[in-house]
């Protein structure tokens, strides 16, 4: 690594600190820039990315500690030194607590100063040489929550990954609960619009008004009730991305509306006439079949075309069946912390019972069931009883790809053997056939009552 | 078009710096070397509570007050005062890069500062790599990462005495086509 391809940012309001700082690396021959606020700061990391910041703590608008933070949160292998007045060290002492690299106090020891960049660049050296073997392993970079080795989801964020280098609008579609806003924040934390916001809205659970307003925004007064002004959601995604989930579910006038933004990337605010240049991607969702929608007039063929220039599939649970014990496992994790609950794993009947069970309701619904068998649960275990499965009786019609009579009647008899805790006479009864009939069955669907001997 | 180099001191008491200094920089640099003086006041550039000069405020009396046209030389100020920008403790000089102006002190090229004995040869030749190198960076040079280059950056003054008071051969060819 050349100087030379290190880049440096100076953020200080104060210009002769940026000026001296400035010639002092360029003769280094880093690759030098400054920013005077956060604001503009925030712009040049939307232009490129840099190696080393040298960030004033105190500044006017959003103070240093809250942009480090920022940076830490984006990208943590990005070295912030905090640059700050003698008075503060213990603001400084809290920026390294948040994972600044150090901290110079002003007026600075060049020495110091020197010997610090030294460091920094070899711990810089270290993390590309460690990002290059992460990269070399595995090439995505995925929000946390986003779990799984199954050949489906890899599909899927390779996707992700593909498109999300380009800037093109992105519609994903799949089932209720397959975790499509996942896939739309991970396209935008691999994107250049990382570090601009990500702003989603509910298309589906909002009228008409209050969905124009949330957009929009408003000018005080605007109408009765607006007494003060508010920024809406396409203002506020400017320079990142806007996610419209359940776009299927807007109003012809909201499509004509929306339609008009997409095609001008300008937009007034409710009550003004000032257009607003708009510059962000958009990822929109939905469940519905928007085709059929077009074809029978309920949505707009101009805006169909305009959103889903690139589509993303999400799979149903059901087709990823290898990453269920993982999701499982990964929700039972976070809710046994967040309850603080000593149960320490999932019984395996109840682990075969989540694995062989559709989830029509998908990864929410997954989420749902293991959050309720934690908050039951007394035991050291989840126990089969622990689980109920809510869509399994109501909603069971949802299942497409495995409606069938005799998957309906496999389900109900492995749920029977489990509510009775495999009775036979008594699943028998329930089911009101004999118990050479229930053997059969049995036999015919490899029904186990493994680990409960 | 820089034809000369031009050594100005300001409120220099040992005259006996420059004789060898004059030498060294027409060998390295191969251009006409003078002494001139010029209307600088330094006490326009002290700073009462840091007990130091500005040493961008004596660049800009140097330049304002050049004793040649600022296109025909590369002008070298040079003094004994300790020497600061506002965002540091201290430095040992400041350059233009690719600009007109440089300065240099010696108040912390000397062993006295640090609490060691005083020694003239030594000084010297600390004085002739600080000068080469800030002129360097008038004629657009970098810093080199050449351990034995004089543009290598010395962090303490005993990184100094590790380099040479030469150009390396790429940061040489630099310089001849930064005078052109
Ligand atoms: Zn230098
Ligand atoms: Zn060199």
Sequence with gaps: ?453 | MSKNICIVPVELNDYSLIENLVLYLNQTFEFPVHVKTANIKPHLAYDQRRLQYSSSILLKQLIDNSPEPLNQSKFLALCEFDLFIPIFTYVFGEAQLNGPAAIVSVHRLQNEFYGGSSDREVLRERLIKEATHELGHTFGLYHCLHPKCVMNFSTYVEDIDDKSPLFCDQCKAEVIAGGE
């Excluded at chain 1, 232009?47 to 809250?66: A, N």
């Excluded at chain 1, 920022?70 to 640059?83: F, K, L, W």
């Excluded at chain 1, 460091?119 to 993390?127: D, R, V, Y």
């Excluded at chain 1, 809510?390 to 496999?410: C, K, Q, Y």
Aim: glycine share 4%; hydrophobic share 40%.
């Design chain 1, 1 to 453: 690594m050349k100087i030379k391809d290190v880049s440096l940012l100076i953020v200080d309001d104060e210009f002769s600190v940026r000026d001296s700082l400035e010639q002092w690396f360029r003769m280094d021959g880093f690759d030098v820039d400054t920013a005077e606020d956060t604001k503009q700061a925030f712009e040049k990391f939307r232009l490129k990315k840099w190696d080393i910041v040298l960030l004033d703590i105190k500044m006017p608008g959003m103070d240093g500690i809250e942009f480090n933070k920022h940076i830490m949160s984006v990208n943590p292998d990005i070295i912030v030194i905090i640059i700050t007045a003698f008075a503060s060290v213990e603001t400084a002492v809290q920026a390294i607590k948040d994972g600044a690299f150090d901290y110079v106090s002003k007026p600075l020891d060049p020495e110091h100063l020197s010997n610090l960049i030294r460091n920094a660049l070899e711990k810089q050296q270290l993390t590309q040489e460690n990002i290059k073997l992460r990269e070399r392993i595995e090439d995505l970079t995925t929000p946390d929550d986003i779990i799984g080795t199954s050949d489906a989801l890899r599909k899927v964020l390779r996707l992700v990954v593909n498109v999300a280098k380009t800037d093109s609008t992105v519609m994903i579609r799949g089932e209720s609960g397959t975790g499509k806003e996942l896939i739309a924040r991970a396209i935008h934390a691999n994107s250049i619009r990382k570090y601009a916001p990500i702003i989603s809205i509910n298309c589906g659970g909002l009228t008409e008004t209050l969905l124009e307003s949330e957009l929009f925004g408003h000018e005080k007064g605007a109408y009765t009730g607006a007494d003060r002004l508010r920024i809406g959601k396409l203002e506020r995604a400017n320079k990142g991305t806007i996610f419209f989930d359940e776009i299927g579910n807007i109003s012809m006038k909201m499509q004509m509306d929306l339609l008009r933004v997409l095609e001008t990337k300008q937009f007034t605010r409710l009550g003004s006439d000032k257009p607003i240049d708009v510059d962000f991607r958009v990822v929109s969702a939905t469940n519905r079949d928007l085709e059929k929608a077009v074809k029978e007039g309920y949505f707009r063929e101009d805006l169909y075309f305009r959103l889903n220039v690139v589509t993303i599939d999400v799979p149903p649970l059901r087709d990823r069946q290898k990453d269920i014990p993982l999701l499982a496992r990964y929700f039972f994790n976070l809710f046994t912390k967040a309850m603080v609950k000593p149960i320490k794993d999932i019984h395996p009947e109840a682990m075969r019972m989540i694995e062989n069970y559709k989830w029509p309701g998908n990864i929410r619904e997954l989420r749902n069931v293991i959050e309720r068998a934690i908050v039951i649960c007394d035991k050291e275990l989840i126990l089969p009883e622990n689980l109920s499965f809510p869509f399994e009786s109501m909603n069971a019609h949802v299942i497409t790809s495995d409606d069938s009579l005799e998957a309906a009647e496999h389900r109900q008899i492995q749920r029977v053997l489990t509510k009775t805790g495999w009775q036979l006479t008594k699943t028998a009864e329930i089911l009101k056939i004999d118990r050479t009939t229930l053997y059969n069955k049995i036999k015919k669907y490899n029904l186990h009552k493994d680990g409960d001997e």
